[in-house]
Nanobody, 123 residues
Framework: QVQLVESGGGSVQAGGSLRLSCVAS????????VTWFRQAPGKEREGVATIYPGSPVREYAESVKGRFTLSRDNAKNTGYLQMNTLQVEDNGTYYC????????????????WGQGTHVDVSS
């Protein structure tokens, strides 16, 4: 059984930082792309960052470029999303997704999803 568990969300003031983690079991994160999505209240879910398997290539949404950084620890089967210079616009629930089923990595459809971790940035 595949399980993705996110953690690291919380409340922070604008300009602050958070690091989200995504721990996988039953699935090797480095076998395919892993994407972080976020969804703010009343808005559509959007892909914010993706990391490709066995590659240093990362891809980021324009809104987070230069502020968010993806990394992966293969030994721990864990992915990380370092979020710096957080803005109120970054508020939302963040999900990691794995097992691409269709589309491109940054915004496609995925088979496996975590339960989400909430980020609250205050001004």
């Amino acid at each position: 059984q595949v399980q993705l568990v996110e953690s690291g969300g919380g409340s922070v003031q604008a300009g602050g930082s958070l690091r989200l983690s995504c721990v996988a079991s039953g699935y090797t994160l480095n076998s395919n792309c892993v994407t972080w999505f976020r969804q703010a209240p009343g808005k559509e879910r959007e892909g914010v960052a993706t990391i490709y398997p066995g590659s240093p290539v990362r891809e980021y949404a324009e809104s987070v470029k230069g502020r968010f950084t993806l990394s992966r620890d293969n030994a721990k089967n864990t992915g990380y999303l370092q979020m710096n210079t957080l803005q109120v616009e970054d508020n939302g629930t963040y999900y990691c997704a794995a097992g691409l089923t269709s589309g491109v990595c940054l915004g496609g459809s995925f088979r496996y999803w975590g339960q989400g971790t909430h980020v609250d940035v205050s001004s």
